[in-house]
């Protein structure tokens, strides 16, 4: 079995669930004896984490759109080689296919759509996608069928492959231990949301809706982001701050969700499968979500999470209401959670295709069973 060689590359800045699969998937590859890249800019929050993760990182101009960005590519890729190029957002999908187009496209592209956000129906955009792009991956189906159904580019040319997550690591746990660790009360239902602080992920209907739950319910807020100091001031502003805990950003989240009672994650945009959701669900936390992006892929109302309407306070907070009390509700819902991303979001089975995929448009031999 030849090894591949494969190169991410990202130009966003910003933190959250588009840069964990990167390194996530980009880790799971190179244990099984892929050498991998990743290739971002300096300034970027990815570029710190990835040793973390064993990921080897280099540094490039690539956060804009522009002839330094270009430039850089140029001069790494007439001096590096690779099978296959993965991209991920805007800036760095357009800079790596005008570099590949001028070398005269020496590697294949496969172009990640991590979030549900409108793709532009226009000319350049449509050779992006069509002509520059060997495979378009989606994170989800829902993703997919947008692109089909607005962009109109061809489906057989799409690949859904949700983002899996280790259950083994993200399991139930001691909730009594993980509150003592991590210094929270044990004398609350803590109700907990892990999501970078920006608005469509919807932090302040859940604030809102959390004010009128009773003074025994705590809330834990872990990320951080643009949102902060606002959500800060919506707290101060209904009395909350003694009931309230902003965790800011954690490396390992696992011992926060698991000091939970239960999650909410109330997104009203730009979602693919969130991991933090999918983590929540296998650590068997019961869930309140909408179903904005491709969330009902994890979420099925009434089966593995309550499912509300998006930036509405009310239904969020009857919903609320119901799982914190209802012990039978909480369990029977986490329970069908885990079980139901245990089966459709495995970890391997998110390396497995994308191995394929990436062995299917470079041109080399599929890996050989046993």
Known sequence: MRRLSIVHTESSLGWGGQEIRILSEAQGLIGRGHDVKLLCPAEARIYS??????????????????IRGLRGLLEWFKTNRCDVVSTHSSTDSWLAAL??????????????????????????????????????????????????????????????????????RFRPGDKAAAREALGLPHDRMLVGIVATLRSWKGHRYLVEAFASLPDSAGLVMVGDGPQRKALEAVVDKLGLRSRTTFAGNQRDVVPWLQALDAFALPSYANEGVPQALLQAMLVGLPCVTTAAGSIPELAIDGQTALVVPPEQVLPLRQALERLLGDPELRKTLGSAARKHCEEAFSYERM???????????????????G
């Not at 590697?107 to 992006?128: C, D, G």
Request: no cysteine; glycine share 6%.
């Open 49 to 66: 984490e990835a040793p973390a993760w064993g990921v080897p990182v280099v540094a490039l101009p690539i956060a804009k759109k522009g």
């Open 99 to 168: 570099t590949l187009l001028i070398l005269g496209r020496p590697y294949p592209i496969v172009r990640t759509r991590h979030i549900s956000a409108p793709v532009p129906k226009n000319a350049p955009t449509r050779w992006l996608y069509t002509r520059a792009t060997s495979r378009i991956v989606t994170a989800g189906e829902a993703l997919k069928k947008e692109l089909v159904e607005r962009n109109g580019f061809p489906a057989e040319r799409i690949d859904s492959v949700p983002t899996g997550v280790d259950a083994k």
């Open 351 to 369: 390396l497995e295709r994308m191995e394929q995929l990436y062995r299917s448009v470079a041109g080399v031999p599929p890996r050989l069973a």
